[in-house]
Every structure is written in structure tokens, then in C-alpha cells.
């Protein structure tokens, strides 16, 4: 579920600590931030944050692929 933290109908929390609480399926939830509301969820979650890496880990990569895949462009920072 994307943009979880945006959830603002009463009760929404609450039934999607239920539905943890019963199921074994995996869910994955995506949010910029654990809001105060998400508080309670985050609770039943293992949290994976994420961030932009820095590019001087992505340049290699990128000039790595444009060399292979014979691509040219005229900037690799406009291009990130």
C-alpha cells in the first residue's frame, strides 16, 4: 500500500492492525514518514528506510550502462 501515511479515514489504522494480526501474507506499506497516527502500525512492522544515494555511487553505474547499451547523452547529471 503506497502513501500510507496519508490515511486519514477514523478507524483505517485500526482495521489494518487487524488484518496483520490475522494474516500471514506479507504487506508492504510505503510512507515518506511514520506519522503519529501510523504509530500504532509501525508497531506490527519491520521498518526499511531508504535513501537517495549519492551520485558519485550512481555516475559509475550510469556510465557503465551508456557505454554498454552504446547510448550517448551530453550530461550525466542533467541525465540523473
Known amino acids: 500500500m503506497e502513501d500510507i501515511d496519508s490515511l486519514n479515514e477514523r478507524g483505517s489504522i485500526t482495521e489494518l492492525v487487524n488484518?496483520?494480526?490475522?494474516?500471514?501474507?506479507?504487506?508492504?506499506?510505503i510512507c515518506n514518514e511514520i506519522t503519529k497516527e501510523l504509530k500504532t502500525l509501525s508497531s506490527y512492522c519491520l521498518?526499511?528506510?531508504?535513501?537517495?544515494?549519492k551520485n558519485e555511487i550512481i555516475i559509475p553505474w550510469i556510465k557503465n550502462i551508456l557505454t554498454n547499451e552504446k547510448i550517448k547523452i551530453k550530461s550525466i547529471n542533467q541525465f540523473i
Open 19 to 29: 488484518i496483520l494480526k490475522k494474516t500471514i501474507s506479507p504487506i508492504i506499506f
Open 47 to 53: 521498518k526499511l528506510k531508504f535513501y537517495k544515494p
